[in-house]
């Protein structure tokens, strides 16, 4: 199984690594042209702000919007998140697909000094998950499409809607493939 991971910023070589670990092919999307034939994508952790702004810089925005629109199974993680995102609470307009109706609010659990690791229920999962929280951001308002899977203090942190999934965590920094697998089970 083929996927890919945008790598234009952030830790997109842990993503590639945690497909690995789960059976599948990573391939690394730098351009448009790297998106044909994939069966899933990844976007990754960074900085949300330069990951709009390369993907924007190298053509990517629109090529994305479609293959994700078309039902392209994808997950965000962390700024990953916030670049699927509608909007974030900030002032500053930042480059985002818009593919993924929620709103998100970027650092909103602190920043660098405030991470920290927690044990997650999830939807329709029998054991908790844990969870790396590193500068995470957390969602302040879903769509009427998008299914809540996790939360931290009253906080969605974990969503889906249809096959988009996004998390303020890390899945990739741990050991647990549950995430990236869940990715291709149906929306």
């Known amino acids: 199984m083929r996927v890919g991971v945008l790598a234009l910023q952030g830790d997109f070589r842990e993503h590639a690594a945690a497909l690995k670990a789960i059976g599948a092919q990573p391939v690394l999307v730098r351009l448009p042209r790297d998106l044909a034939g994939l069966e899933g994508l ?10 709009g702004k390369l993907a924007d810089r190298y053509g990517l925005v629109e090529p994305l919007r479609e ?8 997950l ?3 700024a990953g998140l916030i670049f699927l995102a509608a909007a974030t609470t900030e002032e500053q307009p930042q480059v985002q697909l818009g ?8 650092n909103a659990f602190g920043s ?10 999830i939807a329709g999962q029998k054991e908790p998950m844990r969870a ?11 769509g009427s499409g998008v299914e809540v899977l996790a939360e931290v203090d009253g906080h969605p942190v974990m969503v889906r809607e249809g096959a ?19 990715m291709f089970e149906s929306g």
């Open 76 to 78: 965000g993680t962390c």
């Open 67 to 74: 293959a994700i629109g078309s039902g392209l199974p994808t």
């Open 164 to 182: 988009v999934i996004g998390t303020s965590f890390h899945p990739e920094l741990t050991r647990d493939g549950r995430v990236h697998r869940m």
């Open 99 to 106: 593919v993924l109706d929620v709103v998100v609010q970027r």
């Open 132 to 142: 790396v929280f590193i500068r995470a951001p957390w969602i302040v308002k879903v």
């Open 42 to 51: 990844v976007i990754p952790g960074g900085e949300s702000t330069t990951i």
């Open 112 to 121: 660098q000094v405030a991470s920290f690791e927690a044990d997650l229920d």
